[in-house]
């Protein structure tokens, strides 16, 4: 299983920045790194994937260590919309399975 | 709504009960996934299609669990026999290319009483 370690929870207050961590020590050289959230009872959503290169789009920011071996989302202005679990995913391109762990919950507080 | 859609989106059955679930994925996206989740974890892959053919299958896939994409569009997965461990959300996923995101539906949770 291509793993990811993550916390399990992290708190924001509101219109602050976030910075949600995620390791993927077992990441190849070919793997994508993945950013999904869930809010309750509904499906994961896209935020943002990137391979080597820090990336940026309207939902969010990834920074990707040099070594990729960790990454960072971050969030520029946490709103509470932003709540939910967010999971972090390096995909084996060789495969067609991605893992999810347990990911992290974010609480926003108002 | 051009998204991924799931149907039905709840489902409550007796043990034993046969059920199947039906996922319409992005029109143009030629591969799909089906996902379980169970509360509190991350989703956990079940199978893969691209097109109509079924190329990967978990080991959490028993014989009770067929899953198809007869026509490269829709997929349906069925659970025969169900029992209470059969509970959980089912999620379908679609996507275009290997590296690309993948696009969720919002799940079918199913209640095997």
């Known amino acids: 299983d291509a793993k990811t370690t993550q916390p399990n929870s992290m708190e924001s207050n509101e219109e602050e920045p976030v910075h949600l961590p995620c390791n993927h020590s077992?990441?190849?050289?070919?793997?994508?790194i993945h950013w999904y959230r869930q809010l309750p009872s509904q499906g994961p959503e896209y935020v943002i994937h990137?391979?080597?290169s820090n990336v940026n789009n309207r939902m969010a920011s990834l920074a990707i260590a040099e070594d990729r071996k960790s990454s960072t989302l971050i969030l520029h202005r946490a709103t509470l919309r932003d709540a939910a679990v967010y999971y972090c995913?390096?995909?084996?391109?060789?495969?067609?399975?991605?893992?999810f762990g347990t990911g992290t919950s974010l609480t926003v507080i108002p | 709504d051009t998204g991924v859609s799931q149907d039905p989106r709840h489902k409550i059955t007796k043990r034993g009960q046969n059920v199947t679930f039906r996922c319409d994925p992005i029109?143009?996206?030629?591969?799909l996934y089906w996902y379980r989740q169970t509360l509190g974890q991350g989703p956990e892959f079940l199978t893969y299609?691209?097109?109509?053919?079924?190329?990967?299958k978990s080991r959490l896939l028993s014989d009770r669990f067929s899953a198809e994409r007869p026509k490269g569009s829709f997929s349906t997965l069925e659970i025969q026999r169900t029992e209470q461990g059969d509970s959980a959300m089912y999620l379908c996923?679609?996507?275009?290319?290997?590296?690309?995101?993948?696009?969720f539906g919002p799940g079918t949770r199913l209640t095997v009483t």
């Open positions: 996923a679609s996507s275009l290319a290997a590296g690309g995101g993948w696009y």
């Open positions: 077992t990441i190849s050289g070919t793997d994508y």
């Open positions: 299609f691209q097109n109509e053919a079924q190329l990967e």
């Open positions: 990137g391979l080597t």
């Open positions: 029109s143009e996206h030629n591969r």
């Open positions: 995913i390096h995909h084996q391109n060789t495969g067609n399975q991605f893992y």
